[in-house]
């Protein structure tokens, strides 16, 4: 039987500790089924009770494997993804925060604080990315879930602390491919603690998705140093991307802030109108959960001082894309922004990016 686990909370609003806003939990059982309300989750499982629930199974064929059936229940669909990857068929995993949603305003619905109530285990991003989220997840952890967030095991020096974010950590991590291997091994971690016995096989699969990263790492890094190097400018409808470019040598500029509830001034975009002046920048990009509004003021802006400069494509910044799609994983999702983002600035990219899978890019308005 799994035994009490200690995980210290951490989640204050403006602690320099923010990194890791998992709490006190105390491991709920994998095997006690996917809809215990959370008052019994605490509970420790009987011999009797498993029995119990393996007779109230639907399926009497295979009672043991219905009942050793994670359910696993994340918040983004970066977070789903890797958390997939690592899990495999050993677990159902449902993520929250579907394509084009922002992930800095989503509040949970009653359906949503259901599906964290009944989970085994859930994973989320952390580092306030999911700021109203942040009481249902306490809620769920202080009822006994295992809670954790991926972003958990990256080191404070890596992390950056825009100066106008005062307190606050960046989350955008998911940005910087490096950054999301480690969150991987973060998701490989907890599930071998979790469900140990499937341990080696989560930390194998974890292995192999890291390798595919580490492609995927060079292929941005390649695709964006081909920008000439006065072009290099990314400018976005947010500040989602200050990883991206730390790690991959572009500068960046949000319209908007590091979280979507700050609204741009007037002052913001006459600022950006005149860096985009200067630069000769060609293009700006919109993002998918992101309104265009500031984006399409940004150019009018730019036009009205003689200044022609077009939408580059649609990012995916804090969404993926569409569920089923290529786009919509987290290794087609930095595919399409890398060989956007090339393609737009005047670089080199091959127009079906890394793998030849990426949708077709649509003639830029
Ligand atoms: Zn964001």
Known sequence: MRSARLIVFRCLAFAVLAAAPAAIAVAASPSAGTARPV????????????AVAERASPSPAEPAQAQKRLSIVCTTGMVTDIVQRVVGENADVRGII???????LYKPTRND??????????????LMLEGKMTDALVRVSRGGKSVYAVTELLDEKFLLEPAEFAGHFDPHVWMDVSAWSRACEAVAKAMGEVDKPNAASYAARAKRFVDELSDL????????????EKQRILITAHDAFNYFGRAYGIRVKGIQGISTESEAGLEDINRLVTLIVENDVRAVFVESSV???????L???????G?????????FSDAMGAAGTYEGTYIGMLDHNATTIA????GEAPPRGLHGKLTPPQAAP
């Open 39 to 50: 008052v019994e989750a605490a509970h420790a499982i009987t011999a009797e009770s498993a």
């Open 98 to 104: 579907g394509a084009g949603v922002d992930p800095h």
């Open 113 to 126: 604080i259901a599906a964290l109530q009944s989970a085994d285990v859930i994973f989320y991003s952390g």
């Open 217 to 228: 790492d060079a292929y941005v890094k390649k695709v964006i140093a081909s920008i000439p």
């Open 291 to 297: 309104a265009e509004k500031n984006v399409r003021a």
């Open 299 to 305: 150019i009018e802006g730019a036009r009205a001082r």
């Open 307 to 315: 200044k022609n400069v077009t939408v580059g494509g649609t990012l």
């Open 343 to 346: 393609r737009a600035l005047g």
